[in-house]
Nanobody, 123 residues
Framework: QVQLVESGGGLMQAGGSLRLSCAPS????????MGWFRQAPGKEREFLAA????????YYADSVKGRFTISRDNAENTVYLQMNSLKPEDTAHYYC????????????????WGKGTLVTVSS
């Protein structure tokens, strides 16, 4: 079974930066879009960003545009989410996901998920 494994979460002070990584267990997603969502306690899972695996097209939610950057390293088979100017409201579990076809902000249409990595931003 294909797995997505996130890493890079942790505790950070407001204003700091973190980079999350996502590595699929196999190169099955070579033609898939890769995305990042987050979910804070008591809230719905929120789309953050997505990137085409080969074409480099990127998509962002307005809430993180300009602060977060999604990128990929095909040689390393890894997708990254660089998060800058972190705010306490960025505290959440962050999830990597994959989908064929097109990008949608609806988490119900992304079939593959990692287990998540926790990001905590203190004020």
């Amino acid at each position: 079974q294909v797995q997505l494994v996130e890493s890079g979460g942790g505790l950070m002070q407001a204003g700091g930066s973190l980079r999350l990584s996502c590595a699929p267990s196999r190169r099955t997603f070579s033609s898939y879009f890769m995305g990042w969502f987050r979910q804070a306690p008591g809230k719905e899972r929120e789309f953050l960003a997505a990137i085409s695996w080969s074409g480099g097209r990127t998509y962002y939610a307005d809430s993180v545009k300009g602060r977060f950057t999604i990128s990929r390293d095909n040689a390393e088979n890894t997708v990254y989410l660089q998060m800058n100017s972190l705010k306490p409201e960025d505290t959440a579990h962050y999830y990597c996901t994959a989908r064929a076809g097109s990008v949608t902000p609806d988490c119900r249409h992304w079939p593959y998920w990692g287990k998540g990595t926790l990001v905590t931003v203190s004020s």
